[in-house]
């Protein structure tokens, strides 16, 4: 089965993008990595703060926050999800450049979601 690496991804879902962006840039320090009218993400440390206008109409809770747990098998972790009886939130969805995401419902409620990054092996040289 897939092995859980840590929080990779929080999204916010935000009524107004632009807004928002304005006020983590502040509150961050930092422009965002990933600016479009649809997302914006900000690297903080080793993890992505994202803004979603779309994700607090996608969710059920009111507080309009997924967080994204990074994996190594996606369909490992689906399969191992629904066994334990979570209910699949959100299909799993190429959102680009091969990143896999998909969202479940524990069941507590809680929203947990899941990220799968292509594995990338640089070469390794014997010189």
């Not at 979601?113 to 390794?124: D, K, N």
Request: hydrophobic content about 45%; some cysteine.
């Amino acid at each position: 089965m897939g092995q859980i690496l840590g929080l990779h991804t929080v999204i916010y879902g935000v009524a107004d993008i632009a807004e928002a962006r304005a006020w983590y840039s502040q509150l961050l320090g930092q422009q965002p990595a990933v600016d479009s009218n649809g997302y914006v993400g900000f690297r903080v440390g080793d993890c992505e703060l994202g803004l979603n206008p779309d994700a607090r109409s996608a969710i059920s809770r009111a507080d309009g926050v997924i967080a994204y747990w990074a994996v190594l098998d996606i369909a490992a972790q689906v399969e191992l999800l629904g066994a334990m009886g979570a209910r699949q939130h959100s299909d799993v969805v190429d959102v680009g450049k091969g990143v896999l995401m998909a969202s479940f419902l524990d069941p507590f409620g809680n929203i947990v979601g899941l990220i799968e990054q292509p594995r990338t092996h640089p070469e390794v040289s014997d010189q």
